[in-house]
């Protein structure tokens, strides 16, 4: 089977335009569901925020929608970790408060020191999901002390910055536990789509369909193993069932892989359908759908003419078959557990460099909105924390998907000012546009990586521009200021990043496809089927990180990046990774995938 065919009409080595509105119609698995339940949440911290009548009622919302999560246990984890963590927060803002009460050099002072330090925080350590949210509330609940009167400054920036966080992490406990489906639920539907597109593709499928399975195979299995390991924490599952699981997602990425990939002879795909093997596959998909996982799957049986596809059938017929228990404790030992912080994070300048940068863009932001004193734009500041990024060719390629979705929301926003709010009577109107801009920028938020960051702005601009105080607004100078706010923001983060130690997504690019041939290498020597099967799957996450490294690197400018040509190489040697994985899975093609990698290997060495 050929390779997907890709829209090159935008520019080399990045998504077309056609590509980018596929990725926003794709209805990938759980997506619906998601983009639901994460909409659901913002709409319900708002209505919490607008009964206690919480101030700057963006800033909860969009925490809310940024720490969402798929499953009801990690949202419940993660909720109650905010919980926690404000606790800390307090006693250190009420510390930072006292130490610059009336004394405005030590205010901005600590601005400095706190932002310094959240950007270190996630550039080097495992709190990067949620150190800049944690920046944003800190910095911006210091801030606030100017916008209240003195006799209240303490009492009101503690509340605040509680608040800000408290409401996000009661919805996510509460909400998330009563709305969120298992994290079981959600591994078995990801098992269910990699078996169902497999059968998609034998049964003959366009380039579309391709370009799905091709994204869904690079997710890798990682995402369902995670949900597995968050099921276990439940008590309420076998831990025999959630054993073949975690073997089940490992051969549905290697099934998926096979049927993909044109490792394949050639002309298989023009040859009659395994009509056997698609029935089994598609048999197994709907008992995953159902929430039950077989003790065993069919081995279907194919006549003399389809060898090709007995590859499959043998991953199909151990699809929820244990593997040994040697084998099971090899996978443990192999992966070593890592700390907190990254193992370069005191010897890598680029973190610090990220943090000072950060830093930079933060602390300009906060000069230009108070000499100007115009209070409106202080989302500026709010914008600093959320769009830093470490490379240029990051920065590059996701400013348009930040415009273009701060626009498309601060419209939203105005316009709704203008035509819609005015005609609400009571919260309930309110709550449904809510909701509604919501849904949308969570149905983009919870698509392909490449689109995510635009569904997030959409839902910044939208609740920036009519959540003033604790109620909607229909001031237009709000609206017009905030979205300016915006688009300063999204300017000087720009500016400092690209113009001061710039660094490049390509440094990067050696290093991924060094990770891609370590892991051929141990699915090459994996003493198991399922032991290979596991690292196939981590090989697919592998090519997935370098082929996006490459995209940033191909957006880059001329005299940061090397050359097209060299671009272009190393996409052949991904590709070329992606076919070898594949044919290391069937035993017909493995020597000669062997062959392939050993070349492979002397390549890079």
Known sequence: MARPATDTSFSLGKPGLLRLWRMVCNPSPGRQGHALRM?????????VGEIWQVPD???PALVTMALWQKDRVTNALAGVAVNILIILLLAFVYLWIRL????PMALTAAIAGLSFCFFFLGSASKLKPVAYMLGLCVVFGLIAIDQVPNGELITRAILYVDLFLAVPGLVMLVIGLLICPSPRTIAMQGIAARLRMSAALLCGSDDITQERATDLLREGASGLLKSLKMARLEKIWAPEELARLEQAANASEGLLSLAL???????AATREPPLSLIDALNAAADQFEKGICPEST????LSDGQPPYQAMANILGMLTVLPPEKASEKTNTEEPKSGFFAADAFTNPDHTRFAVKGTAAVMLSYFIFSILNWQGIHTCIITCFIVAQPTMGEM????????????IGGAIGITAIIFAIPHFNDITSFLCLVFVVSLLAAWIKTGDERIAYAGFQIGIAFYLTDLKGYGPTTDMATARDRILGIMLGNFLTYAMFTSFWPSSAFDGIDARLRTIVQRLGKQRDAVTEADRLAQAANVQEAVSLAERQSEYAFAEPDHIRADIEHLEQLDGLFHEAEIISAALLD???????ETRLAHLESVIS
């Open 298 to 301: 069919a081995n279907p049986a």
């Open 261 to 267: 990939t044109d490792c394949l002879p050639e002309g």
């Open 39 to 47: 909409a659901a949440g913002c709409t319900v911290t708002v209505l």
């Open 100 to 103: 610059t009460l009336d004394n």
């Open 587 to 593: 035993p017909a093609a493995r020597p000669h995938a």
């Open 57 to 59: 009622l963006a800033v």
């Open 396 to 407: 590059i390629s996701k400013l348009t998907l930040r415009i273009v979705g701060a626009l």
